[in-house]
Nanobody, 123 residues
Framework: QAQLVESGGGLVQDGESLRLSCASA????????VGWFRQAPGKEREFVAGIDGGARRSYADSAKGRFTISRDIAKNTVYLQMNNLKSEDTGVYYCATRRSVLASTNYTNYDYWGQGTQVTVSS
């Protein structure tokens, strides 16, 4: 069973950057899709970025040009580099994996989740 642990969240100001990490205790990132999602208070969990087993990347429109998802197979870790952060990026960020090589933008298609890390962007 995949165990995912996120880290790297924090409080930043508009325009600043953060790098989130999603570490897995087992070897998942080289085979299965991993997605990053976020949830703001009172809102539904939404897709941010995904990387599939073949390292193909996908992004939400709001993330394109600012966020980059990557992976380090040797470390069993997926990263989300977030640049030029905005107040609307505030939320709890979760990474998740699914028993498929293909990433999905639908959070209900993911089987294992981390505990989340808070990102707060102040304007």
């Amino acid at each position: 069973q995949a165990q995912l642990v996120e880290s790297g969240g924090g409080l930043v100001q508009d325009g600043e950057s953060l790098r989130l990490s999603c570490a897995s205790a087992v070897r998942v990132v080289s085979t299965y899709a991993v997605g990053w999602f976020r949830q703001a208070p009172g809102k539904e969990r939404e897709f941010v970025a995904g990387i599939d087993g073949g390292a193909r990347r996908s992004y939400a429109d709001s993330a394109k040009g600012r966020f980059t998802i990557s992976r380090d197979i040797a470390k069993n870790t997926v990263y989300l580099q977030m640049n030029n952060l905005k107040s609307e990026d505030t939320g709890v960020y979760y990474c998740a994996t699914r028993r498929s090589v293909l990433a999905s933008t639908n959070y209900t298609n993911y089987d294992y989740w981390g505990q989340g890390t808070q990102v707060t962007v102040s304007s």
